[in-house]
């Protein structure tokens, strides 16, 4: 983690940095699940099979349904959000003129 030179840190043979990225996502459901790998192991075994089983279009559903009280403004029209998308879920929800 201390290493200056990225080429030397082996980061790219580790995803641990992307499970510490996603310890602050934007989205309280994944970082709350990515946390879980820093708090001690528990003594009692778990079902983790509702946890493993979600995927990112039920997180998705899940986030699009709630009704938000605060909204993203973008001050320039962009050209295209979802140019690769092509029958992405995304792509279901938002349209650009």
Request: glycine share 2%; charged share 25%; with cysteine.
């Amino acid at each position: 983690m201390d290493e200056r030179d990225p080429s030397k840190s082996n980061a790219l043979d580790s995803s641990l940095w992307e499970v510490a990225t996603l310890q602050s996502h934007v989205l309280p459901s994944v970082a709350t699940a990515a946390r879980f790998i820093s708090n001690p192991f528990p003594s009692v075994e778990w079902d983790l099979a509702s946890v493993l089983e979600i995927n990112e279009n039920d997180i998705f559903d899940k986030e699009i349904s709630k009704k938000s009280k605060e909204f993203a403004l973008n001050l320039e029209r962009p050209a295209s959000m979802f140019l690769y998308c092509g029958g992405e879920k995304s792509s279901q929800y938002w349209k650009l003129f």
